[in-house]
């Protein structure tokens, strides 16, 4: 008996278009969409993010690991806290070669971290500079909400709200000044932004750099190259980070990567920021257009993108969220997507204890208990 979790169609016979692609280590199925403007055959490939998965799906097998039941019997018997020591560890290593790779070249100064809403951005930079220290270097972060433009100056979304994700709210001038300073030794005073007043002021904050002081920036526009449109590109190293699990709930039923970072999400707008699950539903839609805008189009830049997904992060997240989720009734226009929420998590059995999950995870960003501060 197989069975499948989502929509289907009520026969085969109603997908009359598509094209099957071969494509190494197996094949596509293309179908029409918005991201190919409705033609199959408008496929654009993306290499990198193809090794991202290659390499995931290699991690899955040293963690004997596939499908969603195979995670389940590690917790009944009592085997989770070595899949996480594990899990922790292949993060690890991977950060650890990326530092590497970023000290072979000298010349790489700016290491700029992009990435969607609740890839865990914030603990992969602090953890890439105790992985940078570790080869010496003595990196410097600057914050690219400091750039901002006065309030004044921010552009507005059609409904007259601020738009803060638009790469026009950074102040790209006064970022490139400094940043082309500090490549040429001289001392820069950073801004600080009162979100308050809505303006820019200074700091107080003098730095400087030379070749082992590279500078990290953070924020969702780092692969886009407008940011940094002054800086030579032999000075920038690119990193794409994002939650591209490839855990599977059986042999026919994907996980989609976009419901893991809306539930991690979830949870830290419950622990940090006081908001129930409504209101990042409501919020939701505006992410992932800016995410679709701003984001993705740059992911093939990176010169090395980094999967943040942990395999047992589900069970850990789903006592936290899922009671909030229930309390959605069918008088809210959110409450069919709650359910298919509730529906994906019931698949989980429950970690209860997070002894086991170190203080520098990624998935304390979202929990808590981190040693980094993130929040």
Aim: proline share 4%; charged share 25%; hydrophobic share 40%.
């Amino acid at each position: 008996v197989d069975s499948f979790h989502g929509y289907l169609a009520p026969s085969t016979g109603y997908i009359d278009e598509f094209r099957l692609k071969y494509y190494y280590p197996g094949a596509l199925i293309l179908f029409p969409s918005k991201k190919n403007n409705y033609d199959i055959n408008n496929f654009v490939e993306q290499k990198k993010l193809a090794q991202v998965f290659e390499e995931s799906s290699r991690w899955l097998d040293i963690l004997d690991l596939a499908y969603v039941g195979s995670l389940n019997e590690k917790i009944q018997r009592g085997e989770i806290v070595d899949a996480i020591k594990v899990s922790e560890a292949l993060h690890e290593k991977k950060i650890g070669q990326i530092a590497d790779e970023i000290c072979a070249n000298k010349d790489n100064n700016i290491i700029l971290i992009a990435g969607p809403s609740s890839s865990g951005k914030t603990t992969f930079a602090q953890r890439l500079a105790v992985q940078l220290r570790v080869n010496g270097k003595r990196p410097i972060a600057i914050s690219l909400d400091d750039y901002f433009v006065d309030r004044d100056k921010t552009p507005l979304n059609p409904d007259g709200s601020y738009d803060f994700e638009s790469l026009d709210a950074v102040n790209l001038e006064q970022l490139n000044i400094d940043l082309l300073k500090l490549l040429e030794g001289q001392s820069v005073e950073l801004p600080k932004f009162n979100f308050i007043t809505g303006k820019s002021e200074k700091s107080g904050r003098i730095v400087s750099v030379d070749e082992d002081h590279p500078i990290i920036i953070e924020g969702i526009h780092g692969l886009n190259p407008r940011l940094t449109y002054e800086i030579p590109e032999k000075n920038k190293f690119k990193i794409y980070i994002s939650a591209l699990t490839q855990l599977n709930l059986d042999a026919h039923n994907r996980i989609a990567t976009t419901d893991i970072r809306l539930i991690r999400r979830m949870v830290r707008d419950v622990k940090f920021r006081g908001n129930k699950p409504l209101r990042t539903f409501e919020l939701w839609q505006g992410v992932r257009a800016g995410e679709e805008r701003n984001i993705f189009p740059y992911q093939e830049e990176a010169d090395v993108m980094f999967n943040s997904s942990l395999v047992y992060e589900m069970a850990v997240l789903k006592k936290y969220i899922a009671p909030l989720l229930k309390e959605i009734d069918n008088s809210s226009v959110y409450y069919s997507e709650a359910r298919k929420l509730l529906r994906f998590l019931e698949y989980f059995l429950d970690i209860e204890d997070e002894s086991a999950i170190p203080t520098n995870s990624l998935l304390r960003e979202f929990i808590g208990g981190a040693s980094f501060n993130v929040h």
